[in-house]
């Protein structure tokens, strides 16, 4: 050895790769789902994430997930439309305070319009399941795509290194258990798959379920139909609304204010800003025992007899025992007063079977009627819609199943899964805030993390990224004390609990909107395992042959300075107001 030679330590020597450090690995993920959470996928991941290749598969033949399905009489945003609406595209032009489905899934066509996502989605096109291949470091998606002239279906696989979830909580409409419905010979139709052409007017109506979608049809149904039977489990609350107390559910939002807010930018922000607040500075009413969660039981109490009129008989059945917010609140314009109506009973009796006329309940009664509408709500498990199957055989959607291993979907803040590589949920279990703050802002904050994660994979050339067992572990034990603080534990029928009365809460998030959004701002990085491309795999392989593009670039240009900026961090303002330090030196898109 020649001694000025740098000695060897580590036999064999580690092979350096052949390319600057700042050559991205072009990575692939195959998102699932074109509702809100799919389409700002559609957005923000190709801008967040350098070289990503992305697909969209929506089954549906248009985008806007539950805003495109859920087409029932009535439906609405039940949160103002300044709030439900994407943080960075606002719109001055909203038709009304509370948006009707149509306005909402054009607004965000629209919006896929504008940032051209488009070309990422294929519409028609159902994920069958899901498979991981250990060799290829990919999964292996089985997708049937139908045309929607011939009716004909072709399945065919495609492969991504990541799979992306962001199939929604209300997305799978299920109709109920009910003995009987599938030989009832009128017609049966759930709120989420509503057909535009059935017309209620005249007809003798059942309606099951009293969650939003049956408090927001009701008062539709009531005034065309003969009659509405409505029959419910368990009671409700109905609350006075959810942000925006002081705005018109009847009176469209004046031309003239939408002319001033497009005119002047810093009121409509003033405005977004003060209504959108109140949508986070909620949270403390779901603290069991809470001063918030009694004044806003005694408030709805007092509500809700006012609704009912004359009809103080109705009183004692429509008021539930357990505490507001046990299940999500629903503001149900117009709900008390259409049961007050006389061609709308009441029925708390449970049903007992459907019948060749009608239904029965278990008191005997046999109700006729033309047609059985079901607001029952959809599969709200939270365990995945179709297959997933890891490296080892086990399929998450029967492991996350009640009565699987382990019976409950068990995640990494939501978003992943142990023994699920390169796994991503948007939207998926206790991963959004449900009681303070809203959608748009969660959906956005969960994909710009997963943006975090993918171009940590494509910069540092990751195989594979899977968050410890330990860590879920912790998740877990964290989910298992906090919601007992909450009256979420109470003992109600809730999405939030996969409708077991007391049961786990699979849903929202174990704290409040503040709260999620805290915690996803980093991403800890030290609770996931990783494997590397690296042949002999160093972790330190994506380092390359030392240098950077700016580095060769400079090599090979003539003067310097061709258009490569190694000095991105001098920013005129340094010798103006300053520079924000906090940011200072942390943009990763100009290093
Ligand atoms: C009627 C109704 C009203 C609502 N109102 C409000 C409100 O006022 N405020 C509020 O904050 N929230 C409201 N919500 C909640 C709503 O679910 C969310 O706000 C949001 O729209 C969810 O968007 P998403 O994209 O996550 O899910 P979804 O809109 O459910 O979209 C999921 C998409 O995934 C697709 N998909 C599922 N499985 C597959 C598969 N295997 N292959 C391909 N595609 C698949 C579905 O077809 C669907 O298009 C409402 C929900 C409903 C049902
Ligand atoms: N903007 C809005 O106003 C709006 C409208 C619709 C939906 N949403 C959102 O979507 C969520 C889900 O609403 P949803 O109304 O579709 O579903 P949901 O809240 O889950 O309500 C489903 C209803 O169906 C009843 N049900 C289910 N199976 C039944 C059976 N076999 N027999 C009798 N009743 C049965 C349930 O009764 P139990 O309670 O007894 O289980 C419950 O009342 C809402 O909480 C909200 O977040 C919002």
Same mark, same amino acid.
């Given at each position: 050895?020649?001694?000025?030679?740098?000695?060897?330590?580590?036999?064999?020597?580690?092979?350096?790769?052949?390319?600057?450090?700042?050559? $991205?690995?072009?990575?692939?993920?195959? %998102?699932? !789902?074109?509702?809100?959470?799919?389409?700002?996928?559609?957005?923000?991941?190709?801008?967040?994430?350098?070289?990503?290749?992305?697909?969209?598969?929506?089954?549906?033949?248009?985008?806007?997930?539950?805003?495109? +399905?859920?087409?029932?009489?009535?439906? =609405?945003?039940?949160?103002?439309?300044?709030?439900?609406?994407?943080?960075?595209?606002?719109?001055?032009?909203?038709?009304?305070?509370?948006?009707?489905?149509?306005?909402?899934?054009?607004?965000?066509?629209?919006? +896929?319009? /504008?940032?051209?996502?488009?070309?990422?989605?294929?519409?028609?096109?159902?994920?069958?399941?899901?498979?991981?291949?250990?060799?290829? +470091?990919?999964?292996?998606?089985?997708?049937?795509?139908?045309?929607?002239?011939?009716?004909?279906?072709?399945?065919?696989?495609?492969?991504?290194?990541?799979?992306?979830?962001?199939?929604? $909580?209300?997305?799978?409409?299920?109709?109920?258990?009910?003995?009987?419905?599938?030989?009832?010979?009128?017609?049966?139709?759930?709120?989420?798959?509503?057909?535009?052409?059935?017309?209620?007017?005249?007809?003798?109506?059942?309606?099951?379920?009293?969650?939003?979608? !049956?408090?927001?049809?009701?008062? *539709?149904?009531?005034?065309?139909?003969?009659?509405?039977?409505?029959?419910?489990?368990? @009671?409700?609350?109905?609350?006075?609304?959810?942000?925006?107390? =002081?705005?018109?559910?009847?009176?469209?939002?004046?031309?003239?204010?939408?002319?001033?807010?497009?005119?002047?930018?810093?009121?409509?922000?003033?405005?977004?800003?003060?209504?959108?607040?109140?949508?986070?500075?909620?949270?403390?009413? %779901?603290?069991?025992?809470?001063?918030?969660?009694?004044?806003?039981?005694?408030?709805?109490? =007092?509500?809700?007899?006012?609704?009912?009129?004359? $009809?103080?008989?109705?009183?004692?059945?429509?008021?539930? *025992?357990?505490?507001?917010?046990?299940?999500?609140?629903?503001?149900?314009?117009?709900?008390?007063?259409?049961?007050? /109506?006389?061609?709308?009973?009441?029925?708390?009796?449970?049903?007992?079977?459907?019948?060749?006329? !009608?239904?029965?309940?278990?008191?005997?009664?046999?109700?006729?009627?033309?047609?059985?509408?079901?607001?029952? !709500?959809?599969?709200?498990?939270?365990?995945?819609?179709?297959?997933?199957?890891?490296?080892?055989?086990?399929?998450?959607?029967?492991?996350?199943?009640?009565?699987?291993?382990?019976?409950?979907?068990?995640?990494?803040?939501?978003?992943?899964?142990?023994?699920? @590589?390169?796994?991503?949920?948007?939207?998926?279990?206790?991963?959004?805030?449900?009681?303070?703050?809203?959608?748009?802002?969660?959906?956005?904050?969960?994909?710009?993390?997963? +943006?975090?994660?993918?171009?940590?994979?494509?910069?540092?050339?990751?195989?594979?990224?899977?968050?410890?067992?330990?860590?879920?572990?912790?998740?877990?034990?964290?989910?298992?004390?906090?919601?007992?603080?909450?009256?979420?534990?109470?003992?109600?029928?809730?999405?939030?609990?996969?409708?077991?009365?007391?049961?786990?809460?699979?849903?929202?998030?174990?704290?409040?909107?503040?709260?999620?959004?805290?915690?996803?701002?980093?991403?800890?990085?030290?609770?996931?395992?990783?494997?590397?491309?690296?042949?002999?795999?160093?972790?330190?392989?994506?380092?390359?042959?030392?240098?950077?593009?700016?580095?060769?670039?400079?090599?090979?240009?003539?003067?310097?300075?061709?258009?490569?900026?190694?000095?991105?961090?001098?920013?005129?303002?340094?010798?103006?107001?300053?520079?924000?330090?906090?940011?200072?030196?942390?943009?990763?898109?100009?290093?």
């Amino acid at each position: 050895m020649s001694p000025t030679a740098i000695p060897k330590s580590i036999n064999p020597p580690l092979i350096l790769e052949d390319h600057p450090v700042d050559e $991205r690995l072009s990575i692939k993920a195959i %998102v699932v !789902g074109a509702g809100i959470t799919g389409i700002n996928a559609g957005i923000l991941l190709p801008a967040k994430v350098p070289e990503l290749k992305l697909t969209i598969y929506e089954r549906h033949s248009d985008i806007g997930g539950v805003w495109h +399905a859920h087409r029932y009489p009535g439906v =609405k945003c039940d949160v103002p439309s300044h709030v439900y609406q994407s943080t960075f595209s606002p719109s001055t032009t909203w038709t009304e305070n509370y948006s009707k489905g149509s306005e909402i899934k054009n607004y965000w066509k629209g919006l +896929a319009d /504008k940032y051209d996502a488009w070309k990422f989605v294929q519409l028609n096109s159902e994920v069958l399941g899901a498979e991981w291949s250990k060799q290829k +470091a990919k999964w292996v998606v089985n997708i049937k795509q139908t045309n929607t002239h011939s009716g004909e279906s072709n399945t065919f696989q495609d492969e991504a290194e990541f799979l992306v979830l962001s199939t929604g $909580r209300f997305s799978s409409p299920r109709l109920p258990d009910i003995l009987g419905l599938d030989d009832f010979p009128g017609r049966v139709m759930h709120t989420g798959a509503w057909d535009p052409e059935f017309d209620p007017t005249g007809k003798r109506l059942a309606l099951i379920g009293n969650g939003a979608s !049956g408090l927001q049809i009701l008062p *539709e149904l009531q005034k065309v139909a003969a009659h509405v039977d409505h029959y419910t489990r368990n @009671p409700t609350w109905v609350a006075g609304a959810l942000g925006g107390e =002081k705005l018109s559910r009847e009176i469209p939002i004046a031309e003239e204010l939408k002319a001033r807010w497009a005119a002047d930018s810093k009121e409509y922000h003033q405005y977004r800003k003060d209504l959108e607040a109140q949508a986070w500075t909620r949270f403390a009413i %779901v603290e069991k025992g809470g001063a918030k969660n009694q004044s806003a039981r005694e408030e709805f109490e =007092k509500l809700m007899a006012l609704r009912l009129g004359d $009809r103080q008989d109705l009183l004692p059945l429509v008021l539930p *025992e357990f505490a507001p917010n046990c299940r999500r609140l629903t503001p149900g314009p117009g709900y008390l007063e259409a049961l007050t /109506k006389l061609n709308v009973s009441y029925i708390r009796t449970p049903i007992e079977s459907a019948t060749p006329i !009608g239904i029965k309940t278990v008191d005997g009664e046999e109700r006729a009627v033309d047609a059985i509408i079901c607001a029952t !709500g959809a599969d709200v498990t939270n365990s995945p819609g179709f297959p997933i199957i890891n490296g080892e055989g086990v399929n998450l959607q029967e492991a996350w199943h009640v009565g699987g291993d382990p019976g409950f979907p068990d995640t990494y803040l939501g978003m992943a899964a142990a023994d699920f @590589p390169n796994l991503l949920f948007l939207m998926g279990p206790n991963s959004g805030s449900g009681f303070a703050g809203t959608v748009p802002h969660t959906v956005e904050t969960q994909i710009t993390y997963i +943006a975090k994660v993918l171009r940590k994979v494509s910069s540092q050339r990751i195989r594979t990224i899977v968050p410890s067992k330990s860590a879920i572990l912790d998740f877990r034990a964290y989910c298992e004390s906090f919601f007992p603080q909450t009256v979420l534990s109470e003992g109600c029928s809730s999405w939030y609990n996969n409708h077991i009365k007391g049961g786990r809460i699979v849903a929202v998030w174990p704290g409040s909107g503040a709260h999620v959004n805290y915690i996803r701002q980093e991403v800890r990085w030290e609770d996931y395992e990783y494997t590397y491309h690296n042949s002999q795999a160093n972790r330190f392989g994506y380092f390359g042959n030392g240098w950077t593009k700016r580095d060769i670039a400079a090599k090979e240009s003539v003067t310097a300075a061709d258009d490569i900026d190694f000095t991105y961090y001098l920013k005129d303002e340094a010798h103006r107001e300053g520079v924000d330090l906090r940011g200072y030196h942390e943009a990763w898109w100009e290093a």
